[in-house]
Nanobody
Framework: QVHLVESGGGLVQPGGSLRLSCAASGSIFSINTVGWYRQTPGKERELVAA???????NYADSVKGRFTISRDNAKNMMSLQMNDLKPEDTAVYYCMMQIVARRYWGQGTQVTVSS
């Protein structure tokens, strides 16, 4: 059983920064791809950023240059540094870790960008 716990969401003004973190616990042999997704009411969950086990990253066009994904394999943790936040970044953010052939998800953390 694998459990992901997220932290770091909240309310921030436009142009501000937040850092999301996600920690995995349980029976973890190795983590393959990790990713951050976000979802707003009435819309499908969308990929924000992902990183493979070899460090290759992929970002949504809307966040390139503003968001940075990172991972700490030794601690089974991942993070998302979000800078220059915009109101359209408001969403529930979910972390995802692929372990063997299965995807595990965090519970979601709310990020609200508003003045």
């Amino acid at each position: 059983q694998v459990h992901l716990v997220e932290s770091g969401g909240g309310l921030v003004q436009p142009g501000g920064s937040l850092r999301l973190s996600c920690a995995a616990s349980g029976s973890i042999f190795s983590i393959n791809t990790v990713g951050w997704y976000r979802q707003t009411p009435g819309k499908e969950r969308e990929l924000v950023a992902a990183m493979t086990s070899s460090g290759v990253t992929n970002y949504a066009d809307s966040v390139k240059g503003r968001f940075t994904i990172s991972r700490d394999n030794a601690k089974n943790m991942m993070s998302l540094q979000m800078n220059d936040l915009k109101p359209e970044d408001t969403a529930v953010y979910y972390c995802m870790m692929q372990i063997v052939a299965r995807r595990y998800w965090g519970q979601g953390t709310q990020v609200t960008v508003s003045s």
